[in-house]
């Protein structure tokens, strides 16, 4: 699993077509791979004729290839280390269920001494929020933390609240919520900057640095590779704080990375950063450092997202402004004058606008050497897009929300809902799009991203026509916001994201052909593997 290395020796790969640039319209039956680049892409008899006499041959003619995806928004370290230390409860349909699966795996899986589990959906419950109370009775001596599926909620025990140092008397910190009873007693539901109360126990291991926490780590993270290449991805774009990035380092100077990494730091690192001198773009081209990570509000499933128009039956409520207005604007200004691109979380439609007006006013300051992004842009007004586009903030979306987001905007946003997932709308406006998973809220898996951006239904197929239909994607267009679109995130030319001649020498190699696929059948595409640096990782 190599990081740096790659092969001298010429490749010349077979396969049934090949789309050099994610185009239906154009393919090829073959692509010679050099020194870990692209040297060319076209017919195999050209090609046999200019490739090295000694050059080796992969012979793939029952696949189709494509340039190599990228997943553009993830958390890769954690979740690699949840994929390893964490219970699962993303599939329970009621709090019974995901009580049972909490009780079943608590007794194989912990992170130190705590039970740690992620996934939970109260919006499918159909209920309220859960509480302590709830989790006391499967667990009532050993701390719990159970993560929300968009990990801006969490669910704590009562040990694990006592543990936390939280009582009636923690004062609820600005851009946060702790849900108490009418006594003001916490309920055990943390939401936003509240859940930074907790101490995240995947942290605390990965802080460590002793040989037992690093065999720990490496093994979670060989095994997330090997995931990673079974889905066709090549690299990916996260988001992790100052422990996880000491260990991809060290992963990259072992060797042992794996696959391409664009790594944006949280804003709370940025002072630091900032200090030492690093900015946006430094690294090589399997590690490098993205932008300063921002929240401008919560999400839309824990109805803090910051919206222009209140929430039903909630008086004046339009969610949480976690950082807007003035002080977006100063760490705006601050990250740029650092050189230092920003990635801006923002769901809400009036968050997303905060956002355009925070960069559009450091537009005549030295721009970093990656451009800005807004992070989900899930509700945006049709003006706003087009001043996205002008101002070239890219929008790093996650198609695979969709399918399961539809009625919870259909709840809460009934106002703001046509103005939900604007794919279509982004791109007319000239937008770059970025596709990716948000893993570990969703796993990295390009046939749910095809499903949401091109069907835009649920996992039933409802709406029949898709919801909002005049919204989708073509299949081309989410395969290039995974490959093209990657690459203008990481400061390369779009070309990279191609099989250009010079292009890294990254593939995606796929069992089906997503293009000649009806779009009902894109959630259970098959893909065989991936080529990296030239070196392939298939099944």
Request: with cysteine; glycine share 8%.
């Amino acid at each position: 699993m190599s990081s740096r290395r790659h092969t001298r020796r010429q490749t010349l790969v077979l396969a049934r077509r090949v789309y050099p640039t994610c185009s239906p319209r154009r393919y090829e039956t073959a692509a010679l791979l050099d020194g870990g680049r692209v040297l060319a892409a076209g017919d195999v008899r050209k090609l046999r004729r200019i490739a090295a006499r000694k050059a080796d041959t992969l012979d793939l003619r029952d696949c189709v290839v494509t340039p190599g995806l990228h997943d553009c928004h993830t958390h890769i370290f954690y979740w690699a280390l949840q994929r390893a230390l964490v219970i699962d409860v993303s599939a329970a349909t009621s709090l019974a269920a995901a009580l049972r699966k909490i009780a079943a795996g608590a007794a194989t899986k912990r992170v130190g001494d705590w039970v740690v589990a992620q996934g939970f959906n109260h919006n499918r419950w159909n209920t309220p929020f859960p509480s302590a109370t709830d989790l006391d009775t499967i667990c009532p001596h050993v701390p719990v933390l159970v993560n929300s599926r968009d990990w801006h909620t969490a669910w704590l025990n009562t040990a694990a609240l006592r543990r936390a140092g939280i009582t009636r008397a923690t004062r609820t910190p600005a851009g946060g919520r702790i849900l108490r009873d009418k006594s003001g007693t916490p309920t055990g539901i943390l939401q936003e900057t509240a859940v930074e109360l907790v101490n995240n126990p995947l942290r605390e291991l990965a802080v460590r640095d002793d040989a037992a926490a690093r065999e720990t780590i490496d093994r979670a993270w060989r095994s997330a590779c090997r995931h990673i290449w079974r889905k066709g991805y090549v690299g990916v774009h996260s988001v992790d704080d100052a422990p996880a990035l000491r260990h991809l380092q060290r992963l990259v100077n072992e060797g042992s990375l794996g696959i391409r990494v664009l790594h944006a730091i949280p804003v709370r690192n940025f002072a630091h950063a900032a200090e030492l001198g690093l900015r946006s773009g430094i690294g090589d081209d399997f590690l490098r450092l993205g932008g300063v990570k921002i929240f401008a509000d919560g999400s839309l499933g824990a109805q803090t997202a910051y919206m222009n128009k209140p929430y039903p039956d909630t008086g004046n409520y339009c969610g949480v402004p976690v950082c807007v207005g003035a002080e977006l604007t100063d760490a705006v200004r601050r990250a740029v004058d650092a050189g230092w691109a920003v990635w801006i979380h923002a769901i809400g439609d009036r968050a997303v606008e905060e956002v355009v007006r925070a960069v559009a006013a450091t537009h005549r300051m030295v721009p970093p050497a990656l451009p800005h992004r807004i992070e989900h842009a899930q509700c945006v007004r049709p003006s706003v897009a087009r001043r996205m586009g002008r101002l070239g903030i890219v929008a790093s979306v996650q198609p695979c929300h969709l399918p399961g987001d539809i009625r919870t905007a259909d709840r809460h946003w009934p106002r703001a809902r046509r103005d939900a997932y604007p794919f279509r709308r982004l791109v007319d406006a000239g937008v770059v799009l970025a596709c990716g998973s948000d893993a570990p809220i969703e796993p990295i898996d390009i046939g749910m991203s095809l499903h949401g951006a091109v069907c835009r239904a649920d996992e039933n197929g409802e709406p029949t026509n898709g919801w909002f239909p005049e919204q989708r994607l073509t299949v081309s267009e989410t395969l290039r916001a995974h490959t093209m679109g990657a690459a203008i995130c990481a400061g390369r030319p779009a070309a990279t994201g191609t099989l250009a001649l010079g292009s890294p020498a990254d593939l995606t190699v796929w069992e089906d052909d997503p293009f000649r696929m009806r779009p009902e059948e894109l959630r259970d595409v098959r893909v065989r593997g991936c080529i990296i640096a030239g070196e392939p990782h298939l099944r």
